[in-house]
């Protein structure tokens, strides 16, 4: 059984900063790629970055490059997703995702977290 809790959302003015955490119960948590998605009222839902399971290989969608930082901790089964310079239209639900496969990571993962709020005001 796999879970993934996220953590750290909440509000913050543009310009701000907020890091996610994700906290995942996985035996073998080592094994697995990690990702961050993003869903805003009324928009699908969007792959934001993710990252490989040695943390060698990192993904970021365009619109997040420069800002956002993915990372992970395999001692502590834990992915972060550090945000800088954050804009109104980063509010969205943060969800963690994890798979086996890098790339499936992105798209169709396996496992996903039950999501975070995160609320960017101008």
């Known amino acids: 059984q796999v879970h993934l809790v996220e953590s750290g959302g909440g509000l913050v003015q543009a310009g701000g900063s907020l890091r996610l955490s994700c906290a995942a119960s996985?035996?073998?948590?080592?094994?697995?790629?990690m990702g961050w998605f993003r869903q805003a009222p009324g928009k699908e839902r969007e792959s934001v970055a993710a990252?490989?399971?040695?943390?060698?290989?990192?993904y970021y969608t365009y619109s997040v490059k420069d800002r956002f930082t993915i990372s992970r901790d395999n001692a502590k089964n834990t992915v972060y997703l550090e945000m800088n310079k954050l804009k109104p239209e980063d509010t969205a639900v943060y969800y963690c995702?994890?798979?086996?496969?890098?790339?499936?990571?992105?798209?169709?993962?396996?496992?996903w977290g039950q999501g975070t709020q995160v609320t960017v005001s101008s």
């Open positions: 990252i490989s399971s040695t943390g060698g290989n990192t």
């Open positions: 996985i035996r073998t948590f080592r094994t697995y790629a």
């Open positions: 995702a994890a798979d086996q496969n890098y790339i499936a990571v992105r798209s169709t993962p396996d496992y």
